[in-house]
């Protein structure tokens, strides 16, 4: 190998220098936050969205969570414009900024809607794929207060989704939190704890999930 190929291979591993927030005094101090897991966040396309929700609509009762295996043939419908490929697109997106390479292939492994009312949670868990990912369906209404509250194990409540690395370590930032909106898609690697508390309010939290391989250096 190549000290080139080499220096390369190991590029990946390499954190950007890039600025997280800046203090507004002189001279002002720059945080960077270089080390652990990437979230990708994009938009998905409102066909996509109604397609999804239209099909899953006949598979579920309402007022009912659960959760629905999506068929292969469901998820291949659409050629260019079906789930999988869209999905897979993401996948690569996320993979090529990531790891500064394009990945061999993909393999999307299941892809299943969950369906969540008032009073249900998602306990902290991981997925068994390379990368793992989230779309929101549906969202339900939830009293704005809800969101201030917080739990130190495993973040905001209001049926925000939470992830978390590490633990309770001074001066690292080991969790994040997002509100579920829906046409919002994040990305994320399958072994990267997340979590869901128990919503108070109306309506439905209906989320897509993945699991998928990646296959490449």
Request: aromatic letters at 10%.
């Amino acid at each position: 190998m190549s000290e080139a190929e080499r220096l390369r291979r190991l590029s990946k591993y390499e954190a950007r220098d890039e600025v997280l927030f800046r203090t507004d005094d002189t001279p002002e101090m720059e945080f960077l936050s270089p080390f652990g897991p990437l979230i990708g966040r994009t938009q998905v396309p409102s066909y996509l969205l109604e397609h999804i929700n239209e099909h899953v609509d006949g598979l579920l009762q309402p007022g009912k969570g659960g959760e629905v295996q999506l068929s292969e043939e469901f998820s291949l419908t659409g050629g260019d414009d079906s789930l999988v490929h869209w999905v897979a697109k993401q996948i690569d997106r996320y993979v090529r900024g990531v790891e500064r390479s394009d990945p061999d292939s993909i393999q999307l492994q299941r892809l299943w809607v969950v369906s969540q009312y008032a009073e249900t949670s998602s306990p902290v868990h991981f997925h068994s794929g390379d990368i793992s990912g989230v779309m929101y369906l549906r969202v339900p209404s939830v009293d704005s207060q809800q969101a201030e509250q917080r739990n130190y194990i495993s973040g905001r409540k209001a049926g925000y989704i939470n992830f978390m690395i590490g633990g309770k370590q001074r001066f690292s930032r080991s969790l994040i939190s997002f509100k579920p909106v829906v046409g919002e898609f994040l990305v994320f690697p399958g072994w990267l704890l997340h979590g869901a508390e128990p919503f108070l309010g109306t309506g439905e939290r209906r989320s897509l999930a993945f699991n998928a391989g990646v296959v490449g250096e």
